[in-house]
């Protein structure tokens, strides 16, 4: 069972908005240690999204955004397209484990 | 071209050992953290331990303490991840990836390799 709790799945058409949450505890998100997303299409490694709570790489277009509200963190995606189909993980520290932990993943699926 | 290769992956029975490596060009791996990350298949992402650029070890997941060791050779670009007393549940696509910043310990990371599958069966 991950520390972080996300959705199995969320689902959008075409041009919409979704948001993905990823809900901690005061261990990790909650101690303010700071929360990263990843994406991850089928068969590929994960790729950088949003670090530092809200932080977009180079590259990544601007229909991404993180944000993060006590123990708790979420990504928005705005202007939904084909190509956002794929699993999204967020990421933190956690200072009971001493270590990184993941959330469970959530796959986002474009109706 | 910045890169990170993993390799030695294969089929295990319980209780033995495996050593996969990740070969790291295009940027100064001296300089970065590295990190082991694996994913069982259908699953999430699990950290599974990380090293600093100076080969200090940030620890390791409950699930491989003790069983896994992290290394690293910067002056074969290379990073290692030794592990033994292998179960089934530690079947899995094992990825290295870089930490975002030169000298930090984000945590954040930036680059992955393909990944390389161990598989460990009774």
């Known amino acids: 069972q991950s520390v972080l709790t996300q959705p199995p799945s969320v689902s959008g058409a075409p041009g919409q908005r979704v948001t993905i949450s990823c809900t901690g505890n005061?261990?990790?998100?909650?101690?303010?240690?700071?929360v990263k997303w990843y994406q991850q299409v089928p068969g590929a490694a994960p790729k950088l999204l949003i670090h530092?709570?809200?932080n977009r790489p180079s590259g990544v277009p601007d229909r991404f955004s993180g944000s993060k509200s006590g123990t708790s963190a979420s990504l928005a995606i705005t202007g939904l397209l084909a190509e956002d189909e794929a699993d999204y993980h967020c990421q933190s520290y956690d200072s009971s484990l001493s270590g990184f932990v993941f959330g469970s993943g959530t796959k986002v699926t474009v109706l | 071209e910045v890169q990170l290769v993993e390799s030695g992956g294969g089929s295990v029975q319980t209780g033995r050992s495996l050593r996969v490596s990740c070969a790291a060009s295009?940027?100064?791996?001296?300089?970065?953290?590295m990190y082991w990350v694996r994913q069982a298949p259908g699953k999430g992402l699990e950290w599974v331990s990380g090293i600093s650029w100076s080969r200090r070890v940030l620890g390791y997941a409950d699930s491989v303490k003790g069983r896994f060791t992290i290394s690293r050779d910067n002056a074969k670009n290379s990073l290692y991840l030794q592990m033994s007393s292998l179960r089934t549940e530690d079947t899995a696509l094992y990825y290295c990836?870089?930490?975002?910043?030169?000298?930090?310990?984000?945590?954040?990371?930036?680059?992955w390799g393909q990944g390389t599958m161990v598989t460990v069966s009774s």
């Open positions: 295009g940027f100064s791996f001296e300089d970065y953290a």
């Open positions: 530092n709570n809200t």
């Open positions: 005061n261990s990790n998100i909650g101690a303010g240690y700071d």
């Open positions: 990836a870089r930490d975002i910043r030169r000298a930090g310990l984000t945590g954040t990371l930036d680059i």
